[in-house]
């Protein structure tokens, strides 16, 4: 038996399918001015949001390696069960992403897109 105490908490685990999940989290990430875009594979379906970060959902939760490390210095695997929550965990780790590149490049704000003639 639920509560209202309880509630969110069994709508944040139910199953949804996969590409509807996805969907849910690209337009979350839309509002957070993330670009994003949907590839479904099966069963996952993932959400690529840059060379490096990509999030999968099998419909119930939502995974993705994020550019930060663990206390141990290794890997840091994210876990998340809502697509808006997921979306704004993954907008952080986006701007580190962009950041590093931008800083890494030297070329600020253009560091993003390619210039003309550049491979892609």
Do not use: K
């Amino acid at each position: 038996m639920s509560s209202p105490r309880t509630d969110h908490i069994r709508y944040a685990v139910e199953s949804q399918p996969p590409t509807a999940a996805a969907e849910r989290l690209r337009a979350a990430l839309e509002a957070l001015d993330v670009p994003s875009f949907v590839v479904p594979f099966v069963p996952e379906v993932a959400v690529s949001l840059s060379r490096g970060l990509v999030a999968w959902t099998d419909g119930r939760m939502i995974w993705w390696t994020s550019p930060r490390l663990s206390s141990r210095g290794t890997c840091l695997l994210v876990l998340a069960y809502v697509p808006e929550a997921a979306a704004v965990r993954l907008a952080l780790d986006y701007a580190e992403i962009r950041n590093a590149r931008m800083a890494r490049t030297g070329r600020g704000a253009d560091a993003e897109q390619p210039r003309a003639g550049e491979p892609v």
